[in-house]
């Protein structure tokens, strides 16, 4: 597509459920992260995948997070057994993954609105 | 010590005020370095690059201090619709897919 499309855009669930968000990136675009924004602070890097596999998944908080990509595309995150603290903007944002500096400019969606009550 | 920081502020400026940020970084590797501008309840959205010889777009002005290990950006004749959240980004040379984000200074222009 022409951008990074996230969805849900928002998400209420309870304590406990599982829930799944998803992250379509700009066409040819190989390189995609997941960053978590909670309200008033900065992001924080989840996950980063180049095409199908996760070189890092360094910031992912706990064993609850899992993320994976298909076909070198669309990205789903899971949380499951959702907890008050995973409230939060999930931030997907894409990049074409080359070796050129000037080109590698990260393009983020809007955002999945994740609230756990 | 954080890969990047940046003063928070808020930075409260009237209209027409010039306005000046600074983002240090920890790393002299850093090879690529980018403005990213943060609307409330919005998603970041890429502002400028920074070039190693500085670069202008209209009233925004980026520059790369290597030595000291900084980036600024400066806003001339602030209007109201620049207040939003600055945010610094690093890509270190040995990692073009990684990304170090600074905290966001924020700024309100007021009328």
């Known amino acids: 597509g022409a951008g990074v499309s996230q969805s849900p855009s928002n998400k209420v669930t309870e304590k406990g459920k599982d829930v799944e968000l998803r992250c379509d990136p700009i066409?040819?675009?190989?390189?995609l992260y997941w960053y978590r924004q909670s309200l008033g602070q900065g992001l924080e890097f989840l996950i980063y995948?180049?095409?199908?596999?996760?070189?890092?998944k360094s910031g992912l908080p706990s064993d609850r997070f899992s993320a994976e990509r298909t076909g070198g595309s669309v990205s789903t995150l899971t949380i499951q057994r959702t907890q008050q603290e995973d409230s939060a903007v999930y931030l997907c944002?894409?990049?074409?993954?080359?070796?050129?500096?000037?080109?590698?400019?990260?393009?983020f969606g809007a955002g999945s609105r994740l609230t756990v009550l | 010590r954080k890969e990047v920081e940046q003063d928070p502020g808020p930075f409260n400026v009237p209209e027409g005020a010039t306005v000046a940020f600074n983002c240090t970084y920890s790393n002299s590797a850093s090879q690529s370095f980018f403005w990213y501008r943060q609307d409330c309840r919005k998603e970041p959205k890429l502002l400028m690059s920074?070039?190693?010889s500085g670069n202008e777009d209209g009233r925004f002005t980026a520059q790369l201090n290597r030595a000291s290990q900084y980036i600024s950006l400066l806003i001339r004749d602030s209007k109201l619709s620049d207040s939003a959240t600055y945010l610094c980004v690093v890509n270190p040379r040995y990692n073009f897919n990684k990304f170090y984000f600074g905290s966001g200074t924020k700024l309100n222009v007021k009328p």
């Open positions: 066409s040819g675009h190989t390189a």
């Open positions: 995948f180049q095409g199908n596999s996760a070189p890092d």
């Open positions: 920074v070039y190693s």
């Open positions: 944002a894409t990049t074409p993954g080359t070796g050129n500096s000037g080109a590698n400019v990260l393009t």
